[in-house]
């Protein structure tokens, strides 16, 4: 559980063998504004939950990809929670929609250019058009469906590239957001890029998000479980029992450590 300094001056811990980055909502945003105004190459920001942490254990090119992120941060309110019993606290909650909401906000006043790539076309199209709206100052730089293959990635890595966008949102399930955008994010070339799994049907509409009293006590899962339980099921069942018996097993572990005598 050592900290150790990272290239912004900020501090990154070690919670559950995964590295975190010590930082607020704010200072993520200013973080990736600092990189649209800099030189123009890729970084990527990573949003870790409960689900993904415990598949990060047995899925090694997931885990590459998550502790290659340039700012590594916790997805899910059990996981600051977590962090506070093991004894490594981390900052806040930086949920990956709510990132997306603050960075539309920062688009919308600085005129940056946006690219949303995933879900269905009927989504999109509801996205764009809530954009539109909300984030007048943004600018739209492209979009397309996630519905794509690998004979495809070339095509749709030159799209993106041509676009000239600051900042990508990939709208698009783990693992394949986290290793498609760490594969191919020098090629990209692109300030900002952030996995955002279901958020383009959140802020498109059409899907609910679950009530402010269920995110604040960490059972946001439990709706998403409510609203899709044939395709949820697995993940967050199954996942929600392994990442408590890891938080529990570091606990006890910690626990039974020799103490130190000087």
């Known amino acids: 559980m050592t900290a150790q300094n990272v290239t912004d001056g900020t501090k990154r811990v070690e919670l559950l063998g995964c590295p975190f980055d010590l930082v607020t909502m704010a200072q993520v945003v200013d973080t990736c504004l600092a990189w649209c105004r800099g030189p123009r190459r890729s970084h990527t920001v990573v949003t870790i939950n409960a689900a993904i942490l415990t598949a990060m254990g047995r899925d090694a090119e997931l885990r590459e990809a998550c502790v290659s992120g340039d700012l590594i941060v916790p997805d899910g309110v059990p996981i600051v929670w977590s962090s506070k019993l093991i004894g490594t606290p981390l900052t806040e909650r930086v949920p990956g929609v709510d990132l997306m909401v603050e960075l539309l906000e920062a688009a919308s006043r600085h005129n940056l250019r946006v690219f949303f790539l995933g879900s269905r076309q009927e989504v999109l199209e509801k996205l764009l058009e809530v954009c539109e709206k909300r984030y007048q100052g943004m600018v739209a730089a492209g979009s397309r469906t996630g519905y794509f293959g690998p004979d495809d990635h070339a095509t749709v890595i030159e799209e993106i590239r041509g676009s000239e966008p600051d900042l990508l949102f990939v709208?698009?399930?783990?693992?394949?957001?986290?290793?498609?955008?760490?594969?191919?994010?020098?090629?990209?070339?692109?300030?900002?890029?952030?996995?955002?799994?279901?958020s383009f049907?959140?802020?498109?509409?059409?899907?609910?998000?679950?009530?402010?009293?269920?995110?604040?006590?960490?059972?946001?899962?439990?709706?998403?479980?409510?609203?899709?339980?044939?395709?949820?099921?697995?993940?967050?069942l199954v996942s929600n029992a392994m990442f408590i018996w890891s938080v529990l097993w570091a606990i006890l572990r910690q626990r039974l450590a020799p103490v130190k005598r000087w």
């Open 201 to 236: 049907d959140i802020l498109a509409g059409s899907v609910p998000r679950a009530p402010r009293f269920l995110q604040n006590v960490g059972m946001e899962w439990s709706w998403r479980l409510m609203m899709e339980p044939r395709r949820m099921w697995k993940r967050y």
């Open 171 to 198: 709208g698009m399930p783990s693992p394949f957001k986290e290793t498609w955008c760490q594969q191919h994010r020098e090629t990209l070339c692109v300030p900002v890029i952030l996995g955002v799994g279901g």
